[in-house]
């Protein structure tokens, strides 16, 4: 049993070394995790005229599409939604959101990525380009997007600008942990295929 245990950690660490992420590799990874989902956790604070929960995280689900090259993301900005109210009442329309890879055996050995920036409403209701780029990752939301059947809460068109990156790949040492310059983020996209992460299922070894 020993010698297995001993022949299982050095594999282990062996694999760490070969697989070890570069500041590069995980620029590519987060843009290819962002690009290739749709759906994120977006994340505000209260602002610090509200009666009861002035400076107080909130945090929901949200709907985004990758339609900008350099890295941007669109969303349907509601102004019944409470993350709308929070960001209305930030001096920079300040918002983060989170993305991480689908569930796996171990998701804390998967990767992950906060986007922290600013959100711009955007007064091109009849932009047809980001309707079909927003329609194809989510084509649920034909009846509410502005101008839909079912637009009946208000709401327009909006653009997220991340301006810091913190990602997560994983497990230290295997993985890189920390920011992303903006510059590398944004240029690491435009990959035709999903990048193959750098990871692997560490229970295998066991």
């Not at 602002?47 to 689900?61: E, I, V």
């Not at 959100?119 to 989510?138: F, G, I």
């Not at 990602?167 to 510059?183: A, E, K, T, W």
Request: aromatic fraction near 14%; charged fraction near 15%.
């Amino acid at each position: 049993m020993l010698l297995i245990r001993l022949i299982t950690s050095f594999l282990f660490f062996a694999l760490a070394a070969f697989a070890e992420e570069t500041l590069e590799d995980a620029a590519r990874l987060a843009r290819n995790l962002v690009g290739g989902s749709s759906m994120g956790t977006l994340a505000t604070s209260y602002p610090s005229n509200h009666t009861s929960l002035a400076g107080q995280p909130f945090a929901l689900m949200e709907y985004y599409a990758p339609c900008y090259a350099n890295g941007s993301l669109a969303i349907l900005f509601f102004y019944i939604s409470l993350n709308s109210h929070n960001i209305l009442g930030s001096p920079d329309h300040s918002a983060t959101i989170t993305v991480q890879a689908p569930p796996s055996k171990s998701p804390a050995a998967s990767p992950r990525v906060a986007l922290i920036g600013n959100v711009t409403l955007l007064d091109n209701d009849e932009d047809k380009e980001l309707e079909s780029c927003y329609l194809e990752r989510h084509p649920d939301s034909k009846w509410w997007v502005p101008g839909g059947k079912g637009e009946f809460h208000g709401v327009t068109w909006a653009r997220f600008d991340p301006h810091t990156v913190y990602y997560v790949g994983g497990f230290g040492r295997i993985h890189y942990i920390g920011y992303i310059p903006l510059s590398l983020y944004q240029a690491s996209g435009g990959d035709p295929k999903p990048a193959k992460p750098l990871y692997f299922d560490q229970s295998r070894l066991y």
